[in-house]
C-alpha cells in the first residue's frame, strides 16, 4: 500500500511516526483534489506505525476502526503524522493528523483522524 | 480512484448504490489481505455515490467524515453498497457495509462505515 | 445511569436490545429538544446491553468507542435498538438506531450509532 | 443539560472552552465509574461551546456528529476543553479531551472526541 501511494516514512519517534506522498494521478477524485481515500491512507499508515512504535516486537497491528474529519481540498504534496494517546496490550487509541503543500497554495491542514489499533501476534 | 482500485458499478437505486473491486496487489497490508484503506475506498465511494443518487444533478458531494469498523480480513473480491439514512440540502448522512468473497471463503461482512456528504455546486 | 435518564428495558434478544426513555426536562438543550449527550446515552446503554447478550455470563462490557450522526431534534418519547454486528473476545462491534415519536409528531429516525464495546471480567 | 450534570464554565476562549463537573450518582455506570454518557456529555457541550465562539452572534450549534474514544475510566472530577479545528459558515470541525482527577487519584486523559457542529440560525 506504502508503495502504491508512493509513502516515505520522514519521521519515526516513541509514539509518534511522520509519512509523506505525493497525490498522485490515481488517486484523485472528480475535481482533481486528491481523494478521501488517500488521505484517509496516509493518516492510517501513519496512525499504525505510531501504535507499532510502541508495542512489543513480536507484534503487528490491525486498524480495528477509524474515522476521518476531512478540513480541506488535499493538493500538492501530502504529510501525516500519527500519535499514540493512549497504549495498551488490548487497544491502542491513536490519532493522525494530514496537511497538504503547494506547489502554489500554502500548507493547509486537510485531516484529522481518530482511531483504535489492536496488536496481533506476527 | 475509481480506476487505480479497478472498482465498477454493480447496482444503483435512488438512495443505494452498489459497487465491487478485486483486493489488487498494490492494496494489501503486510500480511496479504486487501488493506483497510482499500476496504474505506470502496465503501467511502459507494456512499458518496449513494448520496449523489438523492440530490440534484447540478451538485457534486464531498466526504465530510466518515467512519469505519473493521470486521474481519479482507481477501478475493470486495462489494459495498452504500445507502443514504438521511438525505438534506447542507448533510446527507451515509452508511455503506463492505464484503468479502472467496475464492477460497465464504462470503463475510468485512466493515461498515457510517459518515456525512455535503454537497457542493458542480 | 439508567434510572437518571428513566429509561427501560422494550425487548431483549439474542444480540439485539430496545429501550426507551422520555425526553426528561433535565435534558433538554437550548432550543427545547432532547440533548446530544440524552440520545447517545440510550443509544450507548442499547448498544452495550446487546453486547452483553453474545458474550459470557462473567464478562461485563465497556464502551471502547462510539460515534453518533445525528438525523433529526429528538422531541416526545425516545426508543433505542442496539444490535451486535461483530462478537468476539477482545471487541465487539455494535450499531444503534434511535427514534423519537410524538405526542404531536410522528415517529422519526433522529440518530445512528456505530462503536465497539470491550468485555471486561466481572 | 449543563444543570442536570451540574457543570461550569472554567474558561471561553477564541476557539477553546474548558468546562468541568463532578461524576454525580445519577451519572455511574455499573462499576461505579462515570458513565461513558456523562463523558461524552461534557466533552460534547465543550467542543459545542468552543464552535459558538467563532460564528456569528445570530446563530446557535446543533451537533451534527461526533465521535468519542474511551481512554481511562472517569472518576472525581470532570474537566474537559473543546477546540475548534476548522471553522465554517455550513460545518465547524471540532475536537475535545476530557480528564478526571482524584480525589484519591491523578489527573488522567480519559476520553478524546472528534466531531462536526452545524451552524443553525437562532
Redesign the interface.
Known amino acids: 500500500?506504502m508503495?502504491?501511494i508512493d509513502a516515505r516514512i520522514d519521521a519515526i519517534a516513541l509514539g509518534s511516526v511522520t509519512l509523506s506522498a505525493p497525490v498522485g494521478d490515481?488517486?484523485?477524485?472528480?475535481?482533481g483534489f486528491g481523494?478521501?481515500?488517500?488521505t484517509?491512507?496516509l493518516g492510517?499508515?501513519a496512525a499504525g506505525y505510531a501504535a507499532l512504535s510502541v508495542i512489543p516486537p513480536e507484534f503487528?497491528v490491525?486498524?480495528?476502526?477509524?474515522?476521518?474529519?476531512?478540513?480541506?481540498p488535499a493538493a500538492g504534496h501530502l504529510t501525516a503524522t500519527g500519535r499514540v494517546?493512549?497504549p495498551g496490550k488490548?487497544?491502542v487509541?491513536v490519532?493522525a493528523d494530514v496537511w497538504s503543500e503547494g506547489p502554489d497554495s500554502a500548507r493547509k491542514?486537510i485531516a484529522?483522524l481518530?482511531?483504535?489499533m489492536?496488536p496481533v501476534p506476527v
Request: proline share 0%; charged share 20%.
Open positions: 500500500m508503495k502504491s490515481g488517486f484523485r477524485q472528480q475535481q481523494h478521501a481515500a488517500l484517509f491512507a492510517d499508515v503487528d490491525m486498524t480495528a476502526e477509524i474515522k476521518i474529519n476531512l478540513l480541506a494517546l493512549k488490548r487497544l487509541v490519532s491542514h484529522v481518530q482511531g483504535t489492536v
